[in-house]
């Protein structure tokens, strides 16, 4: 492949659809409104992305489902055992730039993507965990590339993945660290693109995300958690932050040059964040389907973190290393649980929460039955939640899914068995059940944001139809796409399918399906509790 014929991916972590598509046309993100104009530009959702929004950067990079892929949140329960750990970095399926490498020899190019595995081969250049949102690790390909750049460009400090409790000066401070990262990405970036030969380059951006989880909340005065002594002073904020990123694809696209296809694509927006976190756990331990562990789980570590402020807790842990974190969260979650006891343990989450049936045979101590028996206990413990309401007597749960009727795929028994999602249009504060009474929510570590299901792909260049704003899509269509575009093969059992009126009939043609292996295992190279692999 020429240099003419290269192919450049910005992926705007977070960067909402709604958002970016208005400020572009009102002329406040000129490089996004330029490659709209000459090109053309999607919609994308994805029902998955309401389930399990830490999923939304491995739907996009393999063109599968939660089901398949397997990689449902940032804390998982590993497989066959009763660890909550770290999510592992890949997923159960080759994202779209390792299947363009290993198949055409194209030299890949990949700047601080979301949880990438570093690959063995002398075409693939990746720095990893610069700048990324929560990132787990910071390395590179080849392996001293990162420790060299971070010399001259030092990485984001960890701290900006804590995002609640603010105050205004606080923020003011968060904002400026924001603008001063976008721009030291983006001289990073310009860098490695000049001094490192590429056909594919993904570049990746998550100060929308970042910036989104602080100042999304003061863009409409009187919603909900709008703040005015907050709003007065950062409700340009957001447009500021999505204003630098859109400067720095306008430098990069100059540095990439003529004739280069471009694709800016984001798998997720946000929403306001309503609440259920410390709800559901409390929910099901008072109903009996989780039972606690006689001292209170955790041991003497556990009962030493219950005595410690939140505030020192989260300070304490950005300094903890890695192993460290999944060690202690490991023994709290599996020792927190009496595990011969419970039939159903909680996976809360920010926006959202997840049920884990303790299921014989996959379950270590699994005490309920598959078939019926865990089909009964899933639409019963759905019934209780759907009781639950707030002080006026209106639902706070607006949906409890079954994982095993709403996605398919070899990999589904991995996730949850029920997801539950909360009201959008009110504060769950707390909540009342006809039998427990009342229970509140713990507010100090609220998160006021949370990820909407809608997404956007806007691409321009020699092989992009130009056309306007074509057919909403799903994120799932964008690998297939991006591969369409590198004229790599598609697996035949992905489950995307290049984006209709995006490409030409051509390119879209070239590349083609093929039945090959393209499955991985990430959990290979993540250390057990006893420091085991494999």
């Known amino acids: 492949m020429s240099d003419q014929q290269r192919v450049l ?14 400020w572009a046309r009102a002329g406040n993100l000129p490089t996004l409104a330029r490659l709209m104009e000459n090109g053309a530009s999607a919609r994308l959702r994805s029902r998955s992305l309401s389930a399990f929004p830490d999923g939304a950067w ?9 089901g398949t892929h397997a990689h449902y949140n940032w804390q998982v329960v590993r497989p066959g055992t009763t660890e909550m750990v770290f999510a592992p970095r890949g997923s159960r399926r080759k994202p779209f730039w390792q299947i363009a490498l290993e198949t055409t020899g194209q030299r890949v190019l990949l700047l601080d993507p979301h949880r990438a595995e570093p690959l063995d081969s002398l075409r693939f250049t990746a720095l990893m965990g610069w700048g990324q949102r929560s990132a787990t690790h910071r390395d590179s390909s080849p392996p001293d590339l990162f420790s060299h750049t971070a010399k001259r460009y030092p990485p984001a400090p960890k701290w900006l993945n804590d995002e ?8 003011e401070r968060y904002f400026g660290v924001l603008a001063d990262l976008i721009r030291r990405r983006t001289e990073l970036y310009s860098e490695m693109m000049r001094e490192r030969p590429w056909e594919l380059c993904v570049a990746s951006f998550s100060e929308a995300h970042n910036g989104a989880h602080i100042f999304h909340r003061y863009l409409t005065p009187g919603s909900l958690w709008y703040d005015p002594q907050h709003g007065l002073r950062h409700s340009d904020k957001l447009l500021r932050i999505y204003r630098l990123i859109d ?10 040059g003529e004739g280069t296809d471009v694709v800016v694509v984001s798998a997720q927006g946000m929403r306001l964040n309503t609440g259920g976190l ?13 039972a606690d562990a006689p001292d209170g789980g955790g041991g003497l570590f556990g009962a030493v973190r219950a005595r410690v402020p939140w505030s020192v807790r989260r300070h304490v842990n950005h300094r903890l290393p890695l192993e460290t974190k999944n060690r202690i969260m490991a023994d709290l979650w599996s020792g927190a649980v009496d595990w011969p006891r419970t039939q159903a343990v909680a996976e809360p989450l920010f926006g959202s929460g997840f049920v884990r049936i303790n299921l014989l045979g996959r379950e270590p101590h699994g005490t309920v039955g598959p078939g019926s028996e865990r089909d009964e206990l899933c639409e019963e413990i759905a019934r209780e939640l759907r009781s639950l309401t707030d002080g006026a007597g209106r639902p706070v749960v607006a949906k409890v899914m079954r994982t095993g009727e709403s996605f398919g795929g070899a990999n589904v028994e991995e996730l949850p068995d029920l997801v539950v999602t909360w009201t959008p249009d009110r504060i769950v504060s707390e909540v009342h059940h006809p039998h427990l009474g009342v229970i509140r929510e713990r507010m100090e570590t609220f998160a006021k944001s949370e990820h909407s299901d809608e997404g956007f792909l806007v691409a321009a260049g020699p092989r992009i139809v130009s056309r306007e704003e074509v057919a909403a899509g799903h994120i799932v269509d964008i690998a297939p796409t991006m591969l369409a575009l590198t004229g790599a093969p598609t697996p035949v059992d992905m ?11 051509a390119q879209r043609v070239s590349s083609g399906r093929q039945a090959f292996d393209w499955s991985n295992d990430p959990w290979a190279k993540v250390p057990n509790a006893d420091g085991t692999t494999g």
């Open 247 to 256: 400067d720095a694809m306008g430098q990069l696209l100059a540095e990439a």
């Open 9 to 22: 991916a910005f992926c705007l972590d977070a960067a909402d659809a709604d958002l970016a598509f208005r």
């Open 278 to 290: 410390w709800v559901l756990p409390a929910v099901l331990r008072g109903l009996g389907y989780q």
């Open 495 to 505: 489950e995307g399918q290049p984006l209709p009126g995006i490409l030409s009939n």
């Open 58 to 66: 491995w739907t996009l990079a393999t063109g599968t489902g939660p």
């Open 164 to 171: 609640t409790q603010r105050s205004v000066r606080s923020e």
